[in-house]
């Protein structure tokens, strides 16, 4: 277990990037696992069709029964509270499923096509962003929130205006998120590389 003296020391905010299939969950419930710590975790699927159920169910068996789990789409910054009152260390899982939750309950898929050049999607995606970063900046020494999500930009420009829009947008929250980040892990084949360390090493 983690000591109290030492809480100022514990990371407030981790994120976890990479691919379809690159190990984020996983990395994240062994960081979670192995801190000690009492543990909630924040999902914001939603049971869609019977593959999400699917998924859904088995994401939830792997977990260990006694972590505490709060389902919640789009309401990041009050999951957070909720989750912060019970556990130590928080998992979000995941921004990219919440953005897209976000992105659908503005309007319906052919007026989100007719409307996606306009600046209300990004600004309002990250006012909902700094609203958890800031619930984050809020929470007591001790407390640790390991945010997942994937990095959608290395493949090619999506054919489609939503998709660009849902990439251009997911690429400015991960950055805004990853700036406040203590640690930033890239995953790659189930490998966690700290890019946030690196980065900060780099000099020419």
């Known amino acids: ?8 020391s514990v990371p407030r905010l981790v994120l976890l990037l990479g691919g379809a299939r690159s190990g984020k969950s996983t990395f994240a419930e062994r960081l979670a696992t192995q801190s000690g710590r009492s543990v909630a975790f924040i999902a914001t699927a939603m049971a869609t069709d019977e593959d999400m159920r699917d998924r859904i169910a088995r994401h939830q068996s792997a977990r260990p029964d006694h972590w505490q789990t709060i389902e919640e789409p789009l309401h990041l910054a009050d999951a957070l509270r909720q989750a912060a009152a019970v556990a130590d260390v928080v998992i979000l899982d995941c921004l990219t499923v919440w953005l897209s939750n976000w992105l ?19 600004a309002g995606a990250l006012q909902e962003i700094d609203a958890l970063l800031q619930g984050i900046s809020e929470l007591e020494p001790g407390k640790t929130l390991i945010v997942v999500t994937n990095e959608v930009g290395l493949g090619i420009v999506p054919a489609y205006a939503l998709g660009r829009v849902y990439r251009d947008v997911l690429g400015l929250v991960n950055q805004r998120v990853a700036a406040a980040a203590t640690r930033v892990y890239l995953m790659i084949a189930g490998l966690g590389v700290d890019i946030k360390r690196l980065h900060e090493t780099a000099t020419l």
């Open 1 to 8: 277990m983690t000591d109290r003296n030492d809480a100022h």
């Open 104 to 122: 659908f309950s503005q309007g319906d898929a052919e007026q989100l096509e007719r409307d996606t050049i306009s600046a209300q999607h990004y």
